[in-house]
């Protein structure tokens, strides 16, 4: 073999190792049976979602689920900041959002426009210290449209794992919309309600530290007594008892039928799965404080589940009769550790009391550098915060939006004036994050579903079957017709047709790139047009061979004339799929998208590895006539 | 095996049947969207809400109808769906409090109790989302236009992208003709269809073109003239047309039938698209540089003679 080829060779079997390397984890994934991933996700969560990671994402229509796309309802949002409200106000509202959807104007200015037509004023409605001219209650209005985008895109955040979605798609699209997708979700009422519901703020106590370093003890001993069961014969064989007498009491039921056989089988896993759940290191009391349980974040889904036994309920109320365990909103520590607060049930002070709240930076000399939100209660909040602050100085009061818990400041002083600063966050994103948390209580987020896409498990399942059916289907004929056409040449084309599909699923799942069914369509309208190149080469090469060239000639000219025919020839659709990807959307994308990676591969498939395999097989033996 | 050997079918002779034969497709295209009154856009361009329900057992529209019918919704549009078990309901109003989907499920529920069934898919679109997605796919449709015409510039000549751009503005008016004609939905899928048809036709085209670009360099100058060279050159790259756009229509003929019902509006504009692309690059693209060029030659030697006689 020359050096050349074998060089050319080297290359692709190192373009193939990585393909393969690509892959492993999109074949290991679909080999995995539900109940395996299940039991990944609870052993290892790192390890499940760093395996999802690298997959083929089905986007979807094909594994079903929902998108939502919702965008600030302006008139809403209009309707409840004004005050003064008249007869004018209510009907210039209703005349601009008609205007509105007929002309696509900015609301604002037109709402502004009807209302200077009907001889009356924008900022009577919405007039406010710092706000006096028309100019100054535009701008603001703007800033409250845009903060509200913000708001719901927070709260939807973090409502979003109420639905258990493995990888809910929640962004900004614009200025002033939000797509949401979940897969599997079809049920479009849980959705509604997750957006329609108003956000609930409230601040808590969180519980005393000996009480919280006492349940942490006896949790810890729960799971040390579980996880070495020698010392816990008893427990292990009361839980065993009940076991066999359910079965017992069902095979009665059911006279021993199969159901009763399939109902205990199940049983007996779910002891199997809780006895799993037991191992070393599960969480950990955060030193600084002893207030916070710290939970390594690939153990998340672990701990839940212990948390929700009822041993660990009965220990709760034995110690902490008056509290309860809340989640952290994020993950700190350099996002290993989840905290998990004991957190006191009564509602302290609730968030619709806030009137405002914004970032700013430190006017301290002792805490210079860092940031900090200040908030403004409404009297009634004042009056609580100070009676709240008085009573528990030092203690930690939580502020939780959505039964989640973002922060858990010390009351440092007690605060009378209704104003109040959370100090000590490290950077500005964070302080903007807060003071967005903190008015998401009391200001509105309103949003409306413009556009809603729900596709079934069946559906989809079906488009998967129908899609992958043809995509092979077509792959055989098109593999049979290139070997009838071009005999032992076209076998050499229909290798590198194999290859490329290999290899667009290859660079799909390095990108995590999500599969649609119009990108399947792509995959297989990729496979009638991949053999273009080769159709061009071989056909070049034919011609030449009628001219009379020797073998070597005809494929050197074929490759070299027909190379430039298949750039310009592709750089053109190339060019469509690009446009397409720009302006497409979802579904469309994903056909863009496959398309591009088909072409690039094919140009590699077509090109570098056909000519390898024939520069291979005419410098080994000598070839008289071509099998083409 | 082969199925065309060395051919000198005279295209160019036969242009001007082609370029008949064209006018009228495009004449039935343009009168059908006229009479039309436009493309008929699915839901995804004019908002509105859309149901697809499987039955348990064969149901016959008339019964949903009447259900409909009855509880008010009088214009919903009921179809079935690849099968008599699964049924489309579309309306074209979204309902004011967003439950519309649920209240014709329920509606339905309860009129034929004996027949369950599973929601399939529902599709709601609001009227501002499918104003800016026809925007986007005329911008879609524009720019890879103007992109694909200034690489066809520089890579070749002005008069070559005037034939390149006549060609695929032919095949997407004829494909969007022929939807018209039969009177199927342009969804957002088929815009993305028309896209690849474009990006297909002109691969076709260039193929060709880059055949000619060869031919004439090669050929020493004046001693064929540009028709005799493009004549020769769409004769030898026929075999490779032929053989790409039967290998590219098998795939798409086999997702026309396999591919579900999903796709098949979908995998019907690509037969239709590659079919009229792969005739029109041709009998169109190629033919027109070459009418171009006399047209504009004749101009120009007008204008020569013109000037010589002012001079005189």
């Known amino acids: 073999m020359k050096k050349n080829t074998r060089n050319r060779f080297f290359l692709i079997f190192a373009v193939l190792a ?9 074949v290991k994934w679909s080999m995995m049976s539900d109940t395996q991933k299940e039991q990944l996700k609870l052993e290892n969560q790192k390890a499940y979602y760093n395996l999802k990671g690298k997959t083929i994402n089905l986007g979807l229509d094909l594994q079903g689920g929902m998108h939502v796309v919702l965008e600030v309802d302006v008139k809403e949002l209009l309707n409840r900041m004004a005050t003064n409200k008249d007869q004018t106000f209510y009907d210039a509202l209703n005349e601009a959002e008609k ?39 535009l701008k603001y209005l703007r800033k409250q449209i845009n903060e509200s985008v913000d708001r719901a895109l927070e709260i939807l955040r973090n409502r979003v794992d109420e ?48 009480v919280t370093a006492k349940v942490a003890e006896r949790i810890n001993q729960y799971i040390q007594s579980k996880i070495s069961p020698n010392d816990t014969s008893f427990a292990e064989d009361t839980t065993k008892a009940k076991n066999k007498q359910g079965e ?31 191992e070393p290191g599960l969480f950990y009391l955060n030193p600084r404080d002893k207030q916070t349980f710290l939970v390594p974040v690939e153990k998340e889904e672990r701990f839940k589940r212990i948390l929700a036994l009822p041993e660990i309920k009965r220990i709760i109320a034995e110690e902490a009769p008056g509290a309860e365990f809340v989640w952290g909103s994020k993950p700190v520590y350099g996002g290993k550790y989840l905290p998990l607060y004991l957190v006191r049930k009564n509602v302290e002070l609730a968030g619709n009391t806030i009137k405002d709240a914004y970032p700013q930076r430190s006017t301290d000399p002792s805490s210079y550098g860092q940031y900090e939100v200040s908030l403004t209660l409404n009297d009634a909040g004042a009056r609580t915060f100070a009676r709240v602050t008085g009573a528990n100085i030092h203690k930690r009061l939580a502020i939780i939006l959505d039964h989640k818990v973002y922060l858990a400041p010390t009351i440092q002083v007690k605060i009378s004036s209704g104003r109040a600063r959370i100090t000590g966050l490290d950077n500005i994103e964070e302080a903007q994050d807060l003071a967005i948390v903190l008015k998401a209580g009391a200001l509105p ?18 488009s998967i079957v129908a899609g992958t059916y043809s995509a092979i289907l077509g792959l055989i004929l098109v593999i049979i017709f290139m070997f009838l056409y071009y005999k032992l040449s076209g076998l050499v084309a229909d290798l590198a047709l194999i290859l490329n599909i290999v290899f667009i699923m290859a660079i799909m799942a390095y990108f995590h790139a999500t599969l649609t069914l119009p990108g399947i ?19 070049r090469i034919r011609e030449e061979l009628d001219r009379g060239k020797t073998v070597r000639a005809a494929i050197d000219v074929g490759y070299g004339k027909a190379f430039i025919t298949i750039v310009d020839a592709n750089v053109t659709t190339f060019i469509a799929g690009l446009v397409l990807y720009t302006y497409g959307s979802g579904p469309i994308q994903g056909f863009a998208l496959t398309l591009m990676i088909g072409i690039l591969s094919s140009l590699f498939t077509a090109i570098v590895v056909t000519r390898a395999i024939f520069d291979y097989v005419l410098d080994t033996r000598t070839v008289k006539k071509l099998s083409i | ?72 919704f009088k214009d919903a549009e009921i179809k079935h769906f690849g099968n008599p078990r699964e049924v489309v309901v579309r309306l074209g109003i979204l309902g004011a409090k967003q439950e519309l989907s649920t209240e014709i499920e329920n509606i339905i529920q309860t009129k034929i109790s004996d027949n369950p069934f599973t929601v399939e898919r529902v599709e709601k679109v609001g009227p501002k989302i499918g104003h800016e997605l026809i925007l986007d796919a005329i911008k879609a449709i524009f720019w890879s236009m103007v992109l694909i015409l200034i690489y066809v510039m520089w890579r070749f000549e002005f008069k070559f992208s005037i034939g390149a751009i006549v060609a695929l503005m032919h095949d997407v008016t004829i494909t969007m003709g022929v939807f018209s004609v039969f009177n199927i939905e342009i969804s957002s899928p088929i815009i993305a269809a028309l896209l690849t048809i474009v990006g297909y036709s002109l691969n076709d085209t260039i193929v060709v073109y880059d055949r000619i670009r060869e031919n004439l360099k090669t050929l020493k100058k004046g001693s064929a003239e540009l028709a005799n060279t493009v004549n020769r050159s769409i004769n030898e790259t026929l075999s490779r047309t032929i053989i790409t756009s039967g290998t590219t229509l098998l795939v798409v003929v086999v997702l026309y039938f396999f591919g579900g019902e999903v796709l098949r509006n979908f995998a019907l504009a690509l ?15 190629s033919p027109i540089v070459v009418d171009w060029e006399w047209k504009t030659h004749k101009a120009h030697r007008e204008k020569l003679k013109a000037a010589a006689h002012t001079h005189k």
Do not use: C, W
């Open chain 1, 18 to 26: 990585i393909a393969a390397y690509f892959l492993y984890p999109t």
């Open chain 1, 163 to 210: 639905f258990g979605v493995s990888e809910p798609i929640i962004q900004k699209q614009g200025d002033r919309r939000i797509i949401v997708e979940l897969a599997g979700v079809t049920n479009p009422t849980r959705v509604r309600n997750l957006i329609g519901r108003t956000a609930l703020l409230e601040f808590h106590l969180l519980e005393d530290n000996l």
């Open chain 1, 521 to 539: 369509a792509g995959i297989i309208l990729t496979i009638g047009m991949a053999v273009d190149a080769n159709v061009l080469i071989f056909e």
């Open chain 2, 271 to 285: 037969i239709v698209g590659i079919g009229i692309g792969t005739y029109s690059s041709i009998f169109i693209a």
């Open chain 1, 445 to 462: 987020a309103p949003v409306k579903i413009i556009e809603e896409r729900t596709v079934g498990p069946s559906l989809g399942h079906d």
């Open chain 2, 1 to 72: 095996m082969q199925f065309i050997r060395k051919t000198n079918i005279q295209f160019m002779k036969v242009r001007k049947y082609a370029y008949a034969f064209s006018l009228t497709l495009i004449t039935i295209s343009i009168v059908s969207l006229i009479l039309h009154g436009g493309p008929r856009y699915n839901i995804d361009f004019t908002g509105g809400t859309l149901i697809q329900l499987k039955f348990e057992n064969p149901v016959k529209i008339k019964d949903i109808r009447a259900a409909l019918t009855a509880k008010g």
């Open chain 1, 248 to 278: 017992q009491s069902l095979e009665k039921m059911f006279g021993g039928n199969d159901t009763s056989k399939a109902q205990s089988k199940k049983m007996q896993a779910k002891a199997d799965t809780v006895s799993h759940l037991f």
């Open chain 1, 99 to 137: 205007e509105v959807e007929r002309t696509d104007e900015d609301f604002i200015n037109t709402f502004d426009k009807i209302l200077e037509k009907k001889g009356t004023n924008i900022t009577r409605y919405y007039y406010g210290v710092d706000r006096r001219t028309k100019g100054q209650v």
